[in-house]
Nanobody, 120 residues
Framework: QVQLVESGGGLVQPGGSLRLSCAAL????????MAWYRQAPGKQRELVAR???????SYEDSVKGRFTISRDNAKNTVSLQMNSLKPEDTAVYYC??????????????WGQGTQVTVSS
């Protein structure tokens, strides 16, 4: 019943932009760490961006200055604005919600993933 649902993925040319959205269904995640991960074929899933309940953000080095994570707690949504996209950004992108207390990280949630393909 509790779900994270991603949307907004698709095919875009290098240098283009895409905005991913994550909607929380059946629960509120206002007190959770929210993050976007991605996984390319044959590679480990990696953390792309993270945002705290207080809207402090952090980014993987390769996306700094290009990606922006944001959240709207009233709407229970998290977004990832991706600009200046590169072919290396091609991956399945996943939304994640995790409790702030590391002792409770067992209770986290994942979306189903949305495909982002950057190609000319």
């Amino acid at each position: 019943q509790v779900q994270l649902v991603e949307s907004g993925g698709g095919l875009v040319q290098p240098g283009g932009s895409l905005r991913l959205s994550c909607a929380a269904l059946g629960a509120t995640f206002s007190a959770y760490l929210m993050a976007w991960y991605r996984q390319a074929p044959g590679k480990q899933r990696e953390l792309v961006a993270r945002i705290t309940p207080g809207c402090s953000t952090s980014y993987e080095d390769s996306v700094k200055g290009r990606f922006t994570i944001s959240r709207d707690n009233a709407k229970n949504t998290v977004s990832l604005q991706m600009n200046s996209l590169k072919p290396e950004d091609t991956a399945v992108y996943y939304c994640n919600a995790k409790p702030m207390d590391p002792r409770n990280w067992e209770y986290d949630y994942w979306g189903q993933g949305t495909q982002v393909t950057v190609s000319s």
